[in-house]
């Protein structure tokens, strides 16, 4: 299993990239300003992308995983090396999702916590419904990890 960091060409990973974000617009707000780290293990199972957002904070904006290798580890083994990869440069880690139970507690399980909401976001921000696990996504929620 290896992770490469991806500088160019990043439009090539859509179809991974709008499983995490269906809109591409939405994605093309943060894509070019962002790091793209890409997880292959033989062939590419997993990426992501983090983008600085102030002094020592940086967001993990999209998480992806194949969904024939989801559930495998793949995701969390890409945000273990995330947090090794920004640390001594990052104060905290922030992640925006859905309402959704299995997301949360996904990045619950990868050393996230609860920070707070953004009311409306999903409705506000993009041109149809959102829906995950049969439930339509309204609030933004966001988790946090912080580092010593």
Do not use: W
Not at 56 to 61: A, D, P, R
Request: glycine share 8%.
């Amino acid at each position: 299993m290896k992770v490469e960091i991806i500088l160019d060409n990043k439009k090539q990973f859509l179809d991974l990239l709008l499983l995490a974000d269906e809109q591409e617009d939405m994605i093309d707000k943060y894509l070019d300003r962002g790091d793209m780290f890409a997880l292959y293990d033989g062939d590419l199972k997993s990426l992501c992308v983090v983008t600085r957002e102030d002094d020592g904070i940086y967001e993990l904006k999209n998480i992806a995983t194949y969904e024939k290798y989801q559930g495998q580890g793949y995701g969390r083994q890409l945000v273990k090396f995330i947090f090794e990869y920004y640390k001594g440069k990052c104060k905290t880690m922030l992640v925006g999702t859905g309402d959704s139970p299995l997301t949360i507690q996904f990045y619950k399980n990868c050393g996230f916590v609860m920070s707070h909401y953004i009311r409306n976001f999903f409705i506000d921000n993009y041109d149809h419904p959102i829906f995950e696990c049969g439930k339509q996504l309204i609030d933004q929620v966001y988790l946090k990890k912080d580092f010593p």
